[in-house]
């Protein structure tokens, strides 16, 4: 059977990595019917943990890179909830993207727009979602961006 989802993947060069286990006493998601709640997925890259503050050291173009790294953290767990299976992602319902930045920084929304603009680029319609962009005065180790997702899965 052909995965549209994880041949877009290869075709942008793209593998997600590997779902991360929950670094305290909650689980990465929950199913409720046909609902996915997936818990904050911190920036994190190939290098490691992506810190920062947005206005301080860090660009609206750093957040959204970082945010980037989010979605692709929040479709790894979306994969192991589906028990590796992405054809059941039916729709991102919605996303909270969180912002450690100054209290001057106002970008917010592009920070959140570089996890926004990736789910749309890889899922099309399917990837378009309701969205709150807030700011944070520090996330957990320091990191730059945290975002949860609410999906439609079959």
């Known amino acids: 059977m052909s995965n549209a ?3 877009r993947l ?7 990595p590997d779902a991360a286990a929950p670094a305290a006493n909650y689980v990465p998601f929950v199913k409720q019917g046909n609902t996915l709640y997936v818990s904050g997925q911190i920036s994190n890259g190939p290098d490691g943990l992506i810190k920062g503050k947005l206005g301080d050291g860090m660009t609206a173009e750093d957040g959204a890179r970082a945010a980037r790294h989010c979605a ?6 979306v994969r192991a909830a589906c028990d590796g299976d992405l054809t059941r992602l039916k729709q991102v319902v919605k996303l909270t993207g969180f912002v450690n930045s100054t209290v001057d920084f106002t970008d917010q929304p592009k920070v959140i727009n570089g996890c926004s603009d990736f789910m749309v680029e890889l899922l099309g319609d399917t990837g378009r979602h309701a969205r709150s962009a807030v700011s944070a005065a520090s996330l957990p180790l ?8 609410i999906f439609e899965i079959a």
């Open 5 to 7: 989802i994880e041949d």
């Open 10 to 16: 290869n075709e942008l060069g793209i593998t997600l």
């Open 142 to 149: 320091g990191v730059a961006v945290e975002i949860e997702g």
């Open 72 to 77: 692709l953290s929040l479709l790894a767990q």
